[in-house]
């Protein structure tokens, strides 16, 4: 561990993740990816290493290349994060029950 790094520093880093992962949007649906429930993992190791895995709605979503890079090039920008992997996983698939409450409100499911 980098010798200016306090042990709580990665729980700060994995907050701004969330931050920033809340001002990506689907271009289809007007919800960040965040409420959304398309991002199933934040973790960040003690050097700085950042790990998203996150799905898509469907497979062949056409945000398939520009989404993840989107998602990549912004955690990457943090402060702090020396880099960032990227897992796109469709397991379990995405579904409407893993949006948040609020976004189910403005999309009008509830």
């Known amino acids: 561990m980098e010798e200016n790094r306090k042990p709580t520093d990665f729980l700060m880093l994995e ?3 969330v931050q920033v992962l809340k001002t990506v949007y689907d271009p289809e649906i007007p919800v960040d990816i965040y409420a959304l429930g398309m991002i ?5 190791d003690d050097e ?4 998203i895995v ?5 497979p062949n979503c056409p945000v398939a290349e520009s989404l993840p890079n989107e998602v ?3 955690v990457a920008a943090i402060p ?4 960032v992997d990227l897992e796109l996983t469709f397991d ?5 029950d893993m949006m948040s409450d609020e976004a189910k409100l403005e999309l009008g499911y509830l």
């Open 54 to 58: 996150m799905t898509l709605t469907t």
């Open 72 to 74: 990549r090039e912004k």
């Open 15 to 17: 907050g701004q993740i």
């Open 92 to 96: 379990p698939p995405w579904d409407k």
């Open 80 to 83: 702090g994060i020396k880099s």
């Open 40 to 44: 199933y993992e934040v973790s960040v």
């Open 48 to 51: 700085g290493n950042a790990k």
